[in-house]
């Protein structure tokens, strides 16, 4: 079964709010037909895909290069199977999170998924991904229709030079649930979330503390919501390096025995990336992304100092809001589906529409609520879908989480004629319609700003948000670099960790007193970033789809006449289409080197420029 969710770049970050309560949920047992987690019909259609998995091994096993069509039929049946009892499982528990029984329950299913799988399926790709190109030609000869899981195919014959044993591959299949890094990253995530900071005479979990220093007015509040956070990260920081060492060590361990070459050349070839093409990107970030990122706290912090008094510029001010212009700081759940339609309708009433399907078919869980997985995402469950998670609480970023998930909703709705096998589109253009839906009705925003200081507001806001997924990102990845070099020599103290962590904020923000006055209490933050013990070197994508999807859109500005149909095409053909394939009728090929500094010039320093000229204007810059 294939992973079902996309991870948003810069996740909510607030807590319950009771004014959401009443909000809409989504309808999952409506659209599954299940009427709890509990259901005695899980289980029994478990045991029929059991027993399907069975009869495909025993008709298929070495068997492969015979009726090659027949077995990829069988194969999407079960897959088909599979994924609609676990997603439905997946996402009535992560509204269930304090339900240890829940939870519990979701374990098990998961766990014995993996011993069907391992079992019955590991032959499949092994044998699919081994077969001799003649064979395969004959199989495509003999069966015309086999053409149409090209793309399949060759997504998993591209990982035939690293495959291991079929016995190796099925141990590690049946016993990942139970052992290894899986178990000790888990431990990590349940301690991570029991956490709790000081917050004057309270204490209160991340999420609470992220929010109160993001969106307070007052400096030194939110200096002293920084200080508790890497206070209590403190005390984190052991179970976070045992957790990173482990997480490490088996990357180093696999990477060795797989034979991949660079650090990150595994998770490349599962992105279908070059890794020159990576190493491009990474490159121009560090270089034009970091000299943006420079000038942009350079601005921020003469406009905080003009507009709040803020005297010296610490990591606790790098998100905080700029509070000028009239504009409401909070909407309803109704007036964020009104802007975000909207907003679709002025770009593509085929993806207007599919918003609308979404919230009319009740595909959408709405507020913020204890017990609920905070951020949010959107589910591809394929034959049912798509589901988004969020945790609105109203606020402006809230209504840009909201266009964002349900670009995911309606890329996923125009691919699923691809198949459960090819529909999912390749990470490089996974973020192509939420980027873009979420550029689209900012924009639509912008202009209906009603002055200019509303404007510079909204513009500062949306930088912060691409340096956070194109720079920071980035810092992450060189972080994880460092980390993962230094593990590949022997295990890492924290106060190790803690340095590469230190080292990489002045590679990426300048050293203290170029641009930040201070970097105090920030040593122990690299503990709670979660994407380094559950996807090593997965946050670069987040840098590479902005960036792409920010080149589109300025094609789109140059071009709009067409533009919509070459969208709706390149979204509808899911993972059909490789990144360069799919973007050459835009004019765009990410594999040129010189592609990122374009993307970095156009996208950033286009909204640097308009944010620069109009806080001139109004004399909140420093000269």
Known sequence: MRSTVV???VATEQAAAVKTADAPRWALETHFGYDSVYSSSIDAELDAIEQKCKELKANFEGKMGESLLDA???????DIALTKALSYVSLSCDTKLDDDKAQKRKASLFQRYSTISGNQLTFFSLELADMSQETLETQMENSPELAKYQ???????RSQPYNLSKEVERALTVRAPFAGKGKVVEFYGNELSRLRFKDGDEEVNMEVLLAKMTSSKDAATRHECMKALNTGLKEFERVAALSLN?????????????????????RNLGNNVPDEVVDSLLDAVKTTGVDYCKRYYALKKGILKNTAGLEKMTWADRNAAINIGTSSESYTWEEAVDIVKAG????????AGLFQQMVDEKRIDVPAQNG???????????????FQLLNFTGTQRDVATLAHESGHGAHFMLSYKQGILQFHPPLTLAETASIFGEMIVFRDLLEKAPTDEDRLAMLMGKIDDIINSVVRQCGFDAFEEK???????????????TEAWQQTMVDYYGAEGEVFDSYADTSHLWTYVSHFHNVPFYVYSYAFADLVVGSLYGVYQKQPEGFEDKLLELLSAGGVKGFREALEPFGLDPADPVFWKDSIDAHLGSLMEEAEQLAAQLGLSDP
């Open 7 to 9: 991870p948003q770049a």
């Open 72 to 78: 990829i039929k069988a194969y999407e049946e079960v």
């Open 151 to 157: 793309a399949y195919i060759d997504e998993v014959r």
């Open 246 to 266: 482990m997480v490490a060590g088996s990357w180093h361990a696999e990477n060795t025995e797989r034979g991949f070459e660079q650090l990150r050349s595994q």
């Open 344 to 351: 679709y309708e002025k770009f593509s009433p085929t993806m």
């Open 372 to 386: 609920k997985r905070g951020g949010a995402y959107c589910s591809s469950s394929y034959g049912h879908g798509p």
């Open 483 to 497: 980390v993962h070099s230094g593990r590949a020599a022997g295990t890492l103290t924290p106060d190790e960790m």
